[in-house]
């Protein structure tokens, strides 16, 4: 069984940057798609971003576009979230996420999900 290990969350002021990274252990996952949700407290978890195993589709959510950036290396198992120009909105719950099905458009609904991180934006 796959397990997902988030890191890189934390605390930072508006407009400040921060990158996520999440690593897959217990087998190869460089043919499955990956990527990240997000759950602020109240709301529903949604989805951010997520990536094909080639890197060749990639969707975000209209909330983030232009200021998050999902990448992976498949080579170290691990897939990024680097998020700049970060708002008191994207204060959540970030969760990695990865599923063994094909990646046609933003709405995806992954199998596998990690612990989670918290992003905490300061306003």
């Known amino acids: 069984q796959v397990q997902l290990v988030e890191s890189g969350g934390g605390l930072v002021q508006a407009g400040g940057s921060l990158r996520l990274s999440c690593t897959a252990s217990?087998?190869?996952?460089?043919?499955?798609?990956m990527g990240w949700f997000r759950q602020a407290p109240g709301k529903e978890r949604e989805f951010v971003a997520a990536?094909?195993?080639?890197?060749?589709?990639?969707y975000y959510a209209d909330s983030v576009k232009g200021r998050f950036t999902v990448s992976r290396d498949n080579a170290k198992n691990t897939v990024y979230l680097q998020m700049n120009s970060l708002k008191f909105e994207d204060t959540a719950v970030y969760y990695c996420?990865?599923?063994?099905?094909?990646?046609?458009?933003?709405?995806?609904?992954?199998?596998?999900w990690g612990q989670g991180t918290q992003v905490t934006v300061s306003a």
């Open positions: 990536i094909s195993w080639a890197g060749g589709r990639i």
């Open positions: 217990g087998r190869s996952v460089s043919t499955y798609v």
């Open positions: 996420a990865l599923d063994s099905r094909p990646l046609y458009n933003s709405r995806w609904y992954p199998g596998s």
